[in-house]
């Protein structure tokens, strides 16, 4: 019997490996992969929600949507971020883009 | 419907796929390996979907992530290639601090799932599961829905302005 | 009238506005506005003085209408408003009759001076400051008129503000005055505390049942610091003489026959305050009785026209204090009135004189009477009446004040009082005999004034010499019945008083003649032979002198040290929390790496130990 836990338990799961991969690797599209990842473990949540605490509406679903409709906006221009920086520094390494220091 | 012991099967099944690739797309070294991975992860969350009885939302998903986004990345990762394509996707020096905190954020998260008390409601999903959307984006949240369209406006004419970059010489 | 007695101040305010933002470079216009305003003040205040004769308004049943200005209810309330009584009436006519008679004569004196119309804007804020301050009708109204006034005294003693004594002159009144208005205000503040009310007559019937004597007595004294500082007593007098350097008829008006006496008025207003009070009593009246005399004394040594009438301003308002003090407030009053007249009489004809002569050293005047007929003649009465020879007004005032001393048992100021008479006397013929007696000194070309001048002359002297009347013995239903404390008393004339005091007076007179009445070496071998006191008395006792000793000694070396902890300490932890600040940000900026992905893990990082936090079961979370 699957129950919401265990759909939940899946999320935190894909959750945190999105944040690992945020948090821990180089390259800026690896980076913005993982933010990817999370927000779809966040989707998971919502849908499962929707599904065993309120089975009669389509309210999760609906932000869900909402979500990825955001998803693709902050993907779209931040590969153009990634791109434009590229061009200026040859470089998508995130460890060398620290201008934002003392 | 399925029934409730193929559901169970087919839930674990996709779990280790999602789980996999997804940690795939996160440890490899090769950064096309990682987006392809990547995209078989969107592919397994869209059966999760499935298996909600999300049938719209599963196409979206596929639409969407495992068609446009993957692509974008894909995209992206040709024009900003360099040097050897298969050492493209290495860690920063955090890495060890970042796996210990996910590791404690999981650890934490599930026991918090599971300490808490969550009322199950049974009921019947809506049938015409498409049709019900519509309503909700087209009734009651047609504000935000219109603000959506608005957001990728935005986001479409900022990426097109940020990829081409601005003339230096005007 | 009464009804609209709030009006009689409110007429030299607008004048004010007026000269200030409309005429001010029309000199007549100007001087026109102010005189009509302060005359129209003037005809109101006679309106109001025959209401109160005929309606019967006494001390008991005055008139007050008020207004809640600013108040928290339950807390505070401060009104705004008009207290009439015969005490009131009689100020107000005293102050408008005078002020529109200097208002006149400054036309005269003030033609063809450089800032001809601000003079008489700051006449007309005097006046409206002056006439609100008598109307008050509870202590905070008054304080605030009396600043007004304080500030306007500054404004005129300093109008020659070019001239570097004038200025210096100006900030010492001022400060002086600060010194003594803070006392004041502590003063009421405390009644305020206690009794919960500014209002005069609330005082008045609260004071009376209240038992804690010993804290009253602080506030009563307090209060009377003021009046040390407004009607220039003992030890807070050296502004002053001082403050005859500003305009002659400012003298006149402000510093002699006005705002001075602001002081003695207002004792006369919170007489029921003192009057329950034997030890402040005793202070108020022994702190009068030596500024009396202390000041005729250095009077005697002066030779500045104006510095001698100065002194003798202040050993008259020591008198006024003094008859507070004995208790009766009557014969402070009434010599508050006769005084007003006289003493501005004198400095107007004081100012008429330097108005032509161009000089205020006595001694390089002299034989100036044939020029001056008028000035010296009206001058001779104002003296004989500060002198108290009778028929004149200071004859029968200041016969009632040592008859009030020597009744209510104060033999020893009553002395006191006798001598200082006598030192009056000397000192006033001192300076007739030799500014406009003897020998014409060389090159003086001496003329009479013009007409606006020598008409508020002969006013005042024709009052000079009948103002005495309403308050002389033999009238009935005079000014005692009037204006006073407690019970109206008739004055039983004392003749053995009067005898003496006419006698000292006359004697007076008759020594300065023999010293300065023709040509003498005495005053000189006089000087030779005592010169300790010639100098003590010259040099004013050299308070100015200890004055600037304690300042530079004291109050500047405490000021240096609170200086230098000022600096060191206050600045050295302020200085230092920013040094801390600084130095700290210095170290820790390299936290701010500018790696976001440090950032996303210290963020992360936090969320954990938050959650943690909240979940554990020791903080009532939820972990079992």
């Known amino acids: 019997m699957i129950t919401l836990n265990h759909y939940l338990a899946l999320g935190g799961m894909l959750f945190c490996i999105g944040l690992y991969g945020a948090l821990a690797k180089k390259n800026a599209i690896a980076i913005l992969m993982g933010i990817e990842l999370m927000l779809n473990a966040v989707n998971i949540n919502l849908v499962a929600f929707n599904h065993y605490l309120e089975p009669s509406k389509v309210v999760g679903q609906v932000f869900a949507i909402f979500v990825i409709v955001v998803a693709a906006a902050e993907v779209a221009v931040g590969l153009a971020l990634v791109l434009n920086i590229y061009r200026r520094r040859l470089e998508s390494n995130v460890d060398d883009f620290n201008w934002l220091k003392w | ?170 | 009238m009464i009804n609209n007695a709030w009006l009689i101040p409110v007429f030299p305010a607008i004048a004010f506005l007026i000269i200030v933002f409309l005429t001010r470079r029309v000199q007549l216009l100007s001087a026109l506005v102010g005189i009509v305003a302060i005359g129209t003040s003037f005809i109101m205040s006679i309106g109001v003085l025959r209401e109160v004769l005929v309606n019967g308004i006494s001390m008991e049943n005055p008139v007050e209408y008020a207004f809640t200005w600013l108040g928290i209810p339950g807390y505070l309330k401060i009104e705004a408003g008009v207290l009439i009584d015969p005490l009131t009436a009689v100020m107000l006519f005293v102050v408008t009759l005078v002020a529109f008679l200097v208002n006149i004569y400054s036309v005269g004196y003030m033609h063809g001076e450089p800032g001809f119309s601000s003079f008489f804007s700051y006449l007309a804020l005097f006046g409206a400051s002056m006439l609100g301050l008598i109307l008050a009708n509870n202590y905070f109204m008054i304080f605030f008129f009396w600043e007004l006034v304080g500030l306007c005294s500054y404004l005129l003693i300093g109008f020659y503000y070019h001239k570097h004594s004038a200025a210096r002159a100006g900030l010492k009144a001022f400060v002086t005055n600060r010194v003594a208005d803070f006392g004041f205000m502590l003063g009421f503040f405390i009644l305020f505390a206690i009794f919960g009310t500014f209002n005069f007559r609330e005082l008045a019937t609260a004071i009376p049942n209240y038992q804690d004597t010993a804290f009253l007595a602080i506030a009563a004294t307090l209060v009377f610091v003021g009046p040390i500082g407004k009607s220039a007593q003992f030890p807070l007098h050296v502004w002053l003489p001082d403050a005859m350097e500003g305009p002659t008829p400012v003298s006149a008006l402000i510093h002699a026959a006005t705002m001075v006496a602001a002081g003695v008025y207002l004792l006369a207003r919170a007489f029921v305050l003192f009057a329950s009070l034997p030890t402040v009593m005793l202070i108020v009246a022994y702190v009068g009785g030596f500024t009396a005399f202390f000041a005729a004394t250095i009077a005697i040594t002066q030779s500045d026209i104006k510095r001698i009438l100065a002194y003798s301003t202040l050993s008259q308002l020591g008198y006024m204090v003094m008859a507070m003090g004995v208790g009766s407030m009557t014969a402070g009053m009434f010599h508050l009135m006769t005084h007003a007249f006289f003493k501005a009489l004198l400095f107007l004809g004081a100012g008429s004189i330097i108005h032509a002569l161009e000089e205020q050293d006595i001694f390089r005047m002299g034989g100036i009477y044939k020029d001056m007929k008028v000035t010296v003649s009206t001058f001779i009465i104002a003296s004989l009446a500060l002198c108290g020879v009778p028929p004149l007004a200071g004859f029968w005032s200041k016969d009632e004040i040592l008859a009030g001393a020597l009744n209510h048992g104060f033999t020893g100021l009553y002395v006191l009082g006798t001598v200082v008479a006598f030192l009056t006397s000397l000192y006033m013929f001192r300076l007739i005999f030799i500014a406009f007696f003897g020998k014409r000194r060389a090159g003086l070309h001496g003329h009479e004034s013009p007409f606006t001048m020598t008409l508020p002359l002969l006013i005042l002297a024709v009052l000079s010499i009948v103002s005495g009347f309403v308050g002389a013995p033999f009238v009935s239903h005079g000014f005692s019945s009037l204006v006073y404390y407690g019970e109206p008393h008739h004055v039983v004339p004392n003749y053995g008083v009067m005898g003496i005091s006419v006698l000292v007076a006359l004697a007076g007179i008759f020594v300065a003649w023999v010293l300065y009445g023709r040509p003498s070496d005495v005053p000189t071998k006089i000087k030779h032979r005592f010169p300790f006191i010639y100098n003590l008395l010259v040099n004013k006792y050299y308070i100015d002198e200890v004055y600037m000793w304690l300042f530079r000694r004291v109050i500047l070396g405490v000021s240096y040290i609170l200086n230098w902890h000022d600096r060191h300490v206050v600045d050295g932890i302020f200085d230092g929390v920013g040094r801390l600040t600084r130095a700290s940000g210095h170290k820790l900026r390299y936290i701010q790496t500018g790696n976001l992905q440090t950032y996303a893990l210290v963020i992360f990082s936090a969320v954990v130990i938050i959650t943690l936090w909240i979940a554990t079961p020791v903080f009532g979370g939820m972990l079992q």
Not at chain 2, 24 to 32: D, G, P, Q, S
Not at chain 2, 71 to 76: G, H, T
Not at chain 2, 93 to 114: M, P, Q, R, S, W
């Open chain 2, 1 to 170: 419907m399925l029934s409730t012991s193929t559901s169970t099967l087919v839930f674990w099944f996709l779990t280790i796929l999602i789980v996999a690739s997804a940690l795939a797309v996160v440890l490899l070294r090769n950064i096309v390996h990682s987006a392809l991975f990547l995209i078989l992860t969107f592919v397994g969350i869209a059966g999760i979907y499935i298996l909600l009885n999300a049938e719209f939302l599963a196409a979206v998903q596929i639409l969407v992530y495992a068609g446009a986004i993957a692509i974008l990345v894909v995209f992206a990762v040709m024009l900003t290639r360099r040097g050897d394509i298969s050492e493209s996707n290495l860690f920063n020096k955090n890495y060890l601090a970042a796996g210990v905190l996910c590791l404690a954020l999981f650890i934490l998260n599930t026991f918090l799932i599971g300490q808490t008390f969550w009322t199950i409601k049974s009921g019947e999903p809506p049938l015409n599961n498409v049709g019900a959307i519509a309503d909700a984006f087209l009734g009651r949240y047609v504000l935000p829905f219109e603000v959506a369209a608005v957001l990728l406006l935005v986001a479409m004419v900022g990426a097109i302005l940020l990829a081409r970059g601005v003339n230096q010489d005007q």
